[in-house]
């Protein structure tokens, strides 16, 4: 049990670091130290899709959830969790590089608004 418990735990981390990469520049707003912490994660984020990478997370929860006895999954962890919930299909190459480019765009108009709201200060 303490292995399914843990495996949930790391999904959880993952979810929140996934939520961090897409959205993490709209804590620039209110914390603008956070731009070390957050470009370094989102280019990671966006590397990973680009490249077709596995996040180290997954192998972990996987490894996690065998010891815990159940299966696991063959996917990675957008394709496992996040793409069911967005789209029906599985996920393919074109739809990685497409999701990579909305994190992209997303967070250079996060930025962008930070910029030009710590200007008008």
Do not use: K
Request: aromatic fraction near 12%; glycine fraction near 8%.
């Amino acid at each position: 049990m303490a292995y399914r418990v843990a495996a949930d735990l790391v999904v959880l981390v993952h979810l929140a670091f996934v939520a961090f990469v897409v959205l993490g520049g709209v804590l620039a707003f209110r914390w603008p130290r956070t731009r070390w912490v957050h470009l370094p994660a989102a280019l990671w984020g966006v590397l990973i899709e680009w490249t077709g990478g596995i996040c180290p997370l997954t192998p972990l929860e996987i490894a996690l959830r065998r010891r815990g006895g159940s299966a696991g999954y063959a996917s990675g962890f957008v394709e496992h969790y996040v793409l069911p919930v967005l789209y029906p299909n599985a996920l393919t190459r074109p739809v990685q590089v497409a999701l990579g480019a909305l994190v992209v765009l997303a967070n250079v108009v996060i930025y962008w608004l930070v910029r030009r709201a710590a200007r008008s200060r």
